[in-house]
């Protein structure tokens, strides 16, 4: 179980690093595989529709999580590594 939990932290620091390298204000991922990003002034939707037309990646408009969740997306490190790695490469196509 501890091997198990060791990968998916070890995804959750890849996808962490990545938006941090972009300048993204990064939250979450200590106690569950689940990393908030902050997008100040957009719309939670108009990221999540960015992201998924421009890298065809799955994330969560963090306005469905309350109005509190506006103006951030939520990005799972459940996954194989390489898609994760995949994920965190196109990311960094699209913010750079």
């Known amino acids: 179980m501890h091997e198990v939990i060791g990968f998916y932290k070890q995804n959750t620091r890849i996808i962490m690093e990545t938006f941090n390298s972009?300048?993204?204000?990064?939250?979450?991922?200590?106690?569950a595989p689940y990393v908030r990003?902050?997008?100040?002034?957009?719309?939670?939707?108009?990221?999540?529709?960015?992201i998924l037309e421009k890298t065809h990646v799955v994330t969560t408009p963090g306005s469905g999580f309350g109005p509190g969740g506006e103006g951030f997306i939520r990005v799972s490190a459940f996954g194989h590594r390489e898609n994760v790695?995949?994920?965190?490469?196109?990311?960094?196509e699209l913010y750079r």
């Open 85 to 92: 790695l995949e994920a965190c490469r196109r990311f960094k």
């Open 37 to 50: 990003v902050h997008f100040p002034g957009r719309s939670s939707w108009d990221v999540f529709a960015e």
């Open 22 to 31: 972009l300048g993204f204000k990064v939250y979450g991922g200590k106690n």
